[in-house]
């Protein structure tokens, strides 16, 4: 499976404020994506990050709040805008391997805390 | 509402005793079934994925996969304390590459 990194690993912010989460991959891959964690919940999906395009966004989260960028295929980008408590969560990207069941692998994540 | 349902638990286990999982989906074309390990504070480990019905052996983990009553299972066989963590249940969306994910089950495994 691909060595996937993200940075920051872990960030505290202020109300207001925006953070850029880092995804990078060793290797090409087509899909990858964006999920978020909050505190003692499940992984909710963000955003399919599309290389060359426009990123696809779940129903909740809006292009404004979460801009993603994709300019290759090896990285992506999400930035959370004007964040609030709220936001504060694991936010994680994934990789998928398409074969025959289109297994999904994660980076380590990002921790953030919006005070 | 597409939805994949887990039990919370914990679940407790003696050790070297077998843990039994279990998930229930809603979506009848679902395609592709997986279970993740997370260990507090990391990013979900993929342990196993199915997608025909029947049983699908790896090392100490088996999953169970029953698409007519929708329900996908993962057995881990001589259970350890290091596989004390939260199991995640994901699954593919028909016609998509999208997962959607289980609560997770809280397994605990007692020395």
């Known amino acids: 499976s691909a060595v996937i990194s993200q940075k920051p690993s872990r960030d505290i912010c202020q109300r207001g404020t925006s953070l850029t989460i880092q995804c990078q991959v060793d290797s090409q891959v087509t899909m990858m994506f964006w999920y978020r964690q909050q505190p003692g919940q499940s992984l909710t999906l963000i955003a399919t990050a599309n290389q060359g395009s426009e990123a696809t966004y779940e129903s909740g989260f809006v292009i404004d709040k979460f801009p993603i960028s994709r300019p290759n295929l090896t990285f992506s980008t999400l930035t959370v805008s004007n964040m609030s408590p709220e936001d504060s969560s694991i936010y994680l990207c994934?990789?998928?391997?398409?074969?025959?069941?289109?297994?999904?692998?994660f980076g380590p994540g990002t921790r953030l805390t919006v005070l | 509402q597409k939805e994949v349902e887990q039990n919370s638990g914990p679940l407790s286990v003696p050790e070297g005793a077998i843990a039994s999982l279990n998930c229930t989906y809603s979506?009848?074309?679902?395609?592709?079934f997986f279970w993740y390990r997370q260990y507090s504070g990391k990013s979900p480990e993929l342990i196993m994925f199915?997608?025909?019905?029947g049983d699908k052996e790896d090392g100490r983990f088996t999953a169970q996969l029953n698409k007519a009553s929708q329900y996908v299972s993962l057995l881990i066989r001589d259970s350890q304390p290091s596989d004390s963590a939260t199991y995640l249940c994901?699954?593919?969306?028909?016609?998509?590459?999208?997962?959607?994910f289980g609560t997770g089950t809280r397994l605990k495994v007692l020395a």
């Open positions: 994934s990789v998928g391997s398409q074969g025959v069941a289109d297994t999904q692998y």
């Open positions: 994901a699954v593919k969306t028909s016609g998509t590459y999208k997962y959607i």
């Open positions: 199915i997608y025909s019905n």
């Open positions: 979506d009848r074309g679902s395609q592709s």
